[in-house]
């Protein structure tokens, strides 16, 4: 529990994160089932972009069975950022056929058919993953990402303007931020301009 608690807490700074992974590693060589450190292990290894340290802590928790939907999405996400896109959908699919009420693991597979180009595929999924969760804002991310694909901006403005009348004002800040970003590749910098400082009001 103590190098639990101080990987947690080494973790919050990027200045010691190094500590932060002896932390948990430490820990888990006294208890290697201590699934929370494993998955904040791999967690640390996949934002530093040790991929294959990461795909290492997070395919452990699997064999173990653990069903924490983050821990596949993760996983997922080291199988993408790795170019393995046909292991990502796989680990997704494997999470989604055990926990097929689980909104996160159905996203998690919106995710990887993205990353497979399966573009309709992905949509269905992020819809399916908003009717099971629907306070859970993610999927409106990857529809945005496939009509970004697709160039179909006028779909990536609707989902910005949806996230901007949220009440929470992390979404309205990310809405404002996305939306932005739009106007500035139109060329619109004085719009794009208000845009972003309004998202920093919020």
Request: net charge negative.
């Amino acid at each position: 529990e103590r190098y639990y608690i101080e990987g947690f807490y080494y973790c919050l700074r990027p200045d010691t994160v190094g500590r932060c992974i002896e932390a948990y590693k430490q820990g888990l060589a006294l208890h290697p089932e201590h699934q929370a450190s494993r998955h904040n292990l791999g967690l640390a290894f996949l934002t530093l972009e040790r991929l294959s340290e990461s795909i290492e802590q997070y395919e452990d928790l699997r064999r173990r069975g653990v069903s924490n939907p983050t821990t596949y999405e993760n996983l997922v996400s080291a199988y993408i950022a790795t170019g393995d896109t046909t292991r990502a959908r796989q680990v997704a699919e494997e999470y989604v056929k055990q926990h097929p009420e689980s909104g996160t693991g159905v996203r998690a597979l919106g995710s990887a058919l993205v990353a497979e180009g399966k573009l309709d595929e992905a949509v269905a999924m992020f819809e399916k993953a908003e009717a099971l969760e629907p306070l859970d804002f993610l999927p409106k991310f990857g529809k945005r990402i496939v009509a970004a694909l697709q160039h179909r901006w006028a779909d990536v403005d609707a989902v910005n303007q949806e996230l901007m009348k949220a009440s929470s004002p992390f979404q309205k800040f990310v809405g404002g931020m996305a939306s932005g970003w739009l106007r500035a590749g139109r060329g619109r910098d004085q719009d794009a301009l208000a845009e972003w400082e309004t998202a920093a009001r919020v």
